[in-house]
């Protein structure tokens, strides 16, 4: 018996080896990532950095807002009365017939003797069904009983108590059982009572969930917590459009270290071709190099960005004021920056394995180079066009900002317009960039010959140096609207924004002038308490007893009358902030003599540009509270004065609460205006101290005064630096790793003219024309496209402030469009003229 076998027949293999080939490609890829990772050291650390740092930004802004639950505990509703009254009981009653748990919070207010700060005395109850998250124990126990109580840290040290210590308020005695805090709040101090505690509760909270029952059909002291939260520019989506942003620069910057690490992989890719590899495969070998290498990169940023949290979360909860979760995080935007991570190295590696991929394996062999390829004619063109597209994509969003439906929350057109505006603009920055080093390589004919040189070969190669100028641009472009947007908002005459004070003035007003920070007793309807002769005496005497205590010091009576200066129009922002009256000791204090006032003037103001702003009207008299028709004419027979003449003087203040716009005694005798004592401006030769102005504050209550310090918010001055060091330090960190790129990848060109006698001046010239070149393009093409954009956004509002001479950042911007060139050239000059090393051949990577 025979037995015949037959040969198994054998597979079909890919042309391209399959996946085994791919497979094989990736592992040599992977390896080469290992044992080489100093050369991709820069890359690696550009995508560490970014991630770990919207890794912490990312949580700091979405965890710097308040919690969305806050003032709603777990509830989703939450109902507001002024008082438990019968009426109000049989609503709380309905409201949990009709809807099953409710937790009721009555609040009392209650102020310390001496102190113009109030506290809360509140009962609740600390197992409520939903307000649980709005109080935590830190030490003793929660107050169970009529005689007992529990403290915030604030009010117990307000009040000199401890635990076990007696409250005498209210007319009864209470010990102290607990030191309590709300994690939602760290700024909430109250006194936390059981239950039931408070009987004349000025304001009852109640804590509801209504299911899919709207609002308003629940009454008008309704709020849902959805509705309370609906703002689409959140701070997930701008950590999203910040994250997205930082990843393109790293995409452009990276393009040039993966063609720069091609090259230097040149030999070995040649001898991969030769052993059979394709395209394909020799192509997966930087692409898969440039995946792997965001990885690694989106790992390592991941674990520093969680590290630098858990160290900075402490510090974040003290600033924010509410208690944050350790593991709390936008865990969406993590992910995607680690995404987008990924996807940016790998499509910056994308080009250069296509380009290294089409190198011929003898060319490959020999270690020579692809020639770099001409940047596409339509480039220009088309950026050109994007750049359009954007200017109107902007001002459509500036359209909708100013719209009815934006007033009333839909703001879904605006937000989609303007992300897109922004993103074709930064499409349109990166395409038009390239194309003006052409025109910067013709103006540079004259220049000596190393000088052309570098800058006909970055304009013949834009392909080459355009991602990079690309990046630049973005950056300035960053920087300059940010310049130019404060700018055109601080700039803005009529709605005066920026601190209140400066850090050595000091504003004490009577009790009553003082309701809301910068506001004055005659801009409310009831208009200044009437002060006797000897009540005013006596105020005066307590305001320069506080002044005395300051050291030297100048000491100004504020007067206000019963006028108002506003705009007639009713669209936009109008007149704000108060207007006192130019008194001679007022002038006198900011040396202003009476040569240097207008003798008819009526209003002196400080303001930029409120001199040219039309359609201004004095209202005086009755018509303070009450203002005529808006179609009716301005005229003096109802009390009008239309078009008022406003002097501009510099010297006058430009805090927002200080005397910066002062209405005339001219204007006062004229239209027999009626003054009154509205506070005393204290200024001191130096800044006050806080230890100062908290002294002066408490001696302000203790005299039934109120006193104003400097805020917190700042100036115009400030924003503007520190935005235009922002974009220029990101500017000059891209300009070093393009430009040492630049010159890796045409190490062979310079060992070539140092081999035929140029020395390091020449070398030099050479590293600062190319610094100072992408630097200069780089500034120009942001200043034009973010003052575009900037024009664009304002064009239906602030237009006039935008190209008024006085608005425009001229310092800030001929900073960046000079001072961060001329740095780039000096740069450039100093880190450069080392002779290379290996001239006579070309070494082996």
Do not use: C, K
């Given at each position: 018996m025979s037995v015949t076998v037959r040969e198994r027949p054998a597979r079909a293999v890919a042309r391209n080896g399959g996946v085994p080939a791919r497979r094989a490609v990736i592992r040599w890829a992977w390896r080469l990532l290992r044992r080489e990772w100093r050369q991709q050291l820069l890359i690696l650390a550009l995508i560490t950095v970014a991630v770990a740092a919207t890794f912490v930004g990312?949580?700091?802004?979405?965890?710097?807002?308040?919690?969305?639950?806050?003032?709603?505990?777990?509830?989703?509703?939450?109902?507001?009365?002024?008082?438990?009254?019968?009426?109000?009981?049989?609503?709380?009653a309905a409201l949990a017939h009709r809807f099953g748990r409710v937790d009721v919070i009555g609040n009392e207010t209650f102020s310390v003797p001496g102190s113009v700060t109030t506290y809360s005395l509140r009962a609740q109850n600390p197992n409520g069904a939903f307000g649980q998250p709005m109080l935590s124990l830190t030490s003793g126990h929660y107050p169970?009983?009529?005689?007992?109580?529990?403290?915030?840290?604030?009010?117990?040290?307000?009040?000199h108590l401890r635990l076990g210590g007696t409250w005498r308020g209210g007319g009864s005695a209470r010990r102290v059982v607990g030191i309590v805090t709300n994690p939602q709040?760290?700024?909430?101090?109250?006194?936390?009572?059981?239950p039931g505690q408070v009987s004349a509760p000025t304001l009852v909270t109640v804590l509801f969930d209504a299911a899919d029952a709207s609002p308003r059909s629940l009454g008008p002291d309704v709020v849902s917590r959805a509705s309370a939260n609906t703002n689409v520019l959140n701070p997930v989506t701008i950590s999203l459009a910040?994250?997205?942003l930082g990843m393109l620069l790293i995409a452009l910057v990276s393009v040039a270290g993966f063609t720069v690490l091609a090259q230097r992989r040149l030999r070995s890719i040649g001898m991969l071709g030769a052993q059979g590899a394709t395209n394909a495969n020799v192509g997966l070998v930087v692409s898969a190099n440039g995946f792997a290498t965001g990885v690694v990169g989106a790992a390592a940023g991941f674990a520093l960005g969680l590290a630098a949290w858990l160290a900075y979360r402490p510090r974040a909860e003290a600033s924010a004021h509410h208690v944050m979760g350790a593991f709390q995080l936008p865990w969406l935007v993590i992910f995607v920056s680690m995404a987008l991570a990924v996807v940016a190295a790998y499509l910056a590696a994308v080009r250069p394995a296509r380009v290294i991929a089409r190198v011929p394996i003898v060319a490959a062999l020999a270690g020579r180079p692809p020639a770099p390829r001409q940047a596409?004619?339509?480039?220009?063109?088309?950026?050109?066009?994007?750049?359009?597209?954007?200017?109107f994509l902007i001002g459509l969003a500036s359209e909708q900002a100013t719209s009815t439906a934006a007033e009333n929350g839909n703001k879904s057109t605006l937000f989609i317009a303007l992300v897109v505006g922004l993103v074709v603009l930064c499409a349109g920055v990166v395409l038009v960039a390239p194309t003006c080093l052409a025109l910067l390589?013709?103006?540079?004919?004259?220049?000596?010959?190393?000088?052309?040189?570098?800058?006909?070969?970055?304009?013949?190669?834009?392909a080459r140096s355009g991602a990079a100028l690309g990046a630049i641009s973005l950056s300035v472009l960053i920087a300059v609207i940010i310049c130019v947007t404060a700018a055109a908002r601080f700039g803005d005459a009529l709605d005066y924004v920026g601190p209140n004070l400066a850090s050595n003035q000091l504003i004490v007003y009577p009790q009553a002038a003082a309701t809301t920070p910068g506001a004055t007793c005659v801009d409310a309807p009831g208009g200044c308490p009437v002060l006797t002769g000897a009540q005013l005496a006596a105020m005066a005497a307590d305001a320069r007893g506080i002044a005395a205590s300051l050291g030297p010091r100048d000491v100004v009576q504020l007067e206000e009358t019963d006028s108002v200066l506003q705009r007639a129009v009713t669209s936009g922002r109008n007149f704000g902030g108060p207007v006192y009256v130019a008194t001679p000791q007022l002038l006198r204090a900011y040396g202003i003599t009476t040569a240097q006032a207008s003798p008819d003037a009526d209003v002196l103001s400080s303001r930029p540009g409120l001199a040219s702003v039309t359609q201004m009207q004095l209202l005086y008299g009755g018509t303070k509270f009450g203002p005529p028709d808006p179609g009716a004419p301005c005229l003096p027979s109802s009390s009008c004065l239309a078009n008022p003449k406003i002097q501009?003087?510099?010297?006058?203040?430009?805090?927002?609460?200080?005397?910066?716009?002062?209405?005339?005694?001219?204007?006062?005798?004229?239209?027999?205006?009626?003054?009154?004592?509205?506070?005393?401006?204290?200024?001191?030769?130096?800044?006050?101290?806080?230890?100062?102005?908290?002294?002066?504050?408490?001696?302000?209550?203790?005299?039934g005064l109120t006193a104003e310090t400097?805020?917190?918010?700042?100036?115009?001055?400030?924003?503007?630096?520190?935005?235009?060091?922002?974009?220029?330090?990101?500017?000059?960190?891209?300009?070093?790793?393009?430009?040492?790129?630049?010159?890796?990848?045409?190490?062979?060109?310079?060992?070539?003219?140092?081999?035929?006698?140029?020395?390091?001046?020449a070398r030099r010239a050479i590293s600062a024309a190319t610094a100072g070149a992408l630097a200069l393009i780089g500034a120009v093409v942001g200043i034009v496209a973010g003052y575009i954009a900037a024009i664009s956004f304002f064009r239906t509002s602030q237009l006039d402030t935008l190209s008024s001479l006085t608005s425009i950042p001229v310092a800030n911007l001929l900073l960046i469009l000079v001072g961060m060139p001329l740095v780039a050239v000096i740069g450039g000059w100093l880190l450069a003229g080392r002779e290379p090393r290996a001239i006579g051949r070309r070494p082996l990577e």
């Open positions: 990312s949580a700091v802004a979405t965890n710097t807002p308040p919690p969305a639950g806050a003032g709603f505990g777990t509830a989703a509703d939450m109902a507001t009365f002024p008082s438990l009254s019968p009426h109000v009981t049989a609503e709380i169970s009983g009529t005689g007992q109580v529990a403290l915030t840290s604030g009010v117990a040290s307000e009040l709040n760290l700024l909430d101090e109250f006194a936390l009572l059981a910040a994250a997205t596409r004619r339509w480039a220009g063109p088309a950026g050109a066009g994007l750049l359009v597209v954007a200017f390589a013709r103006a540079a004919r004259p220049a000596p010959i190393v000088v052309r040189l570098a800058l006909r070969d970055l304009a013949r190669y834009r501009e003087v510099s010297a006058l203040p430009s805090g927002t609460s200080a005397p910066n716009t002062v209405i005339t005694e001219h204007a006062v005798r004229q239209f027999h205006l009626t003054t009154t004592t509205a506070g005393w401006l204290i200024q001191t030769p130096d800044s006050l101290t806080a230890g100062q102005a908290s002294a002066a504050q408490h001696a302000a209550a203790a005299a400097r805020n917190s918010i700042p100036t115009s001055a400030e924003i503007l630096d520190v935005a235009t060091v922002f974009g220029i330090l990101l500017a000059l960190g891209i300009l070093v790793m393009s430009v040492g790129l630049l010159r890796s990848e045409t190490a062979s060109d310079l060992r070539m003219l140092t081999a035929t006698g140029a020395g390091s001046t």
